[in-house]
T-cell receptor, first 112, second 119 residues
Framework: EDQVTQSPEALRLQEGESSSLNCSYT??????LFWYRQDPGKGPEFLFT???AGEEKEKERLKATLTKKESFLHITAPKPEDSATYLC?????????????FGQGTELSVKP | DSGVTQTPKHLITATGQRVTLRCSPR?????VYWYQQSLDQGLQFLIQ???????AKGNILERFSAQQFPDLHSELNLSSLELGDSALYFC??????????????????FGPGTRLTVL
């Protein structure tokens, strides 16, 4: 069964303190991965699509990378406005439409 | 703003009642997805419609049903409500039916959600 696991569950950083969030998965075959950001009580906001191992995408202070078994979301010199829950999601294929399986998320808190 | 709209924002009702949640997808998107998010379960896929037809189904309860209309908006109907149905319900939309290739990766964009409280 396909599974997505995110770690840590929660991460507290000081402003400017860089770190990484992890998303690991067990799938029958790599088919890419999505990253989303979610603020409390709001809908998930699309950040990145990663398709193949070795691929990297960047947006402001965020950089997402992908290997065959996991993805990392690196956050460089974070600011308080980066505080949110970060979700990774695995797209299903093989006649499952556009279904996504989400990890439980990493709740990031950045203190000034 | 993702371009996906959902109404109502909040809904408070009693056990045993029936409610309807509404979603309008982004302009041009043919797929609509419904997800449930509760504190203990995370974001769970319920159902997908593509151009009016059911395309994929998750662990959606029999008490729940959905449809997509010719103008592509969608409604999620929840009946015989229980306390455990209290959650955030999100709608998402995407241009295509599924994830077929890198050239046509099918990113989903989420609406602001409906918070359902069952008392």
């Amino acid at each position: 069964e396909d599974q997505v696991t995110q770690s840590p569950e929660a991460l507290r950083l000081q402003e400017g303190e860089s770190s990484s969030l992890n998303c690991s998965y067990t799938v029958s075959g790599l088919r890419g991965l999505f990253w989303y950001r979610q603020d409390p009580g709001k809908g998930p906001e699309f950040l990145f699509t990663l398709y193949s191992a070795g691929e990297e995408k960047e947006k402001e202070r965020l950089k997402a990378t992908l290997t065959k078994k996991e993805s990392f979301l690196h956050i460089t010199a974070p600011k308080p406005e980066d505080s949110a829950t970060y979700l990774c999601a695995l797209p299903m294929i093989y006649n499952q439409g556009g279904k996504l399986i989400f990890g439980q998320g990493t709740e990031l808190s950045v203190k000034p | 703003d993702s371009g996906v709209t959902q109404t109502p924002k909040h809904l408070i009702t009693a056990t045993g009642q029936r409610v309807t949640l509404r979603c309008s997808p982004r302009s041009g998107d043919l797929s609509v997805y419904w997800y449930q998010q509760s504190l203990d379960q995370g974001l769970q896929f319920l159902i997908q419609y593509y151009n009016g037809e059911e395309r994929a189904k998750g662990n959606i309860l029999e008490r729940f049903s959905a449809q997509q209309f010719p103008d592509l908006h969608s409604e999620l109907n929840l009946s015989s409500l229980e306390l455990g149905d209290s959650a955030l319900y999100f709608c998402a939309s995407s241009p295509q039916e599924g994830h077929f290739s890198r050239a046509s990766y099918n990113e989903q964009f989420f609406g602001p959600g409906t918070r359902l409280t069952v008392l």
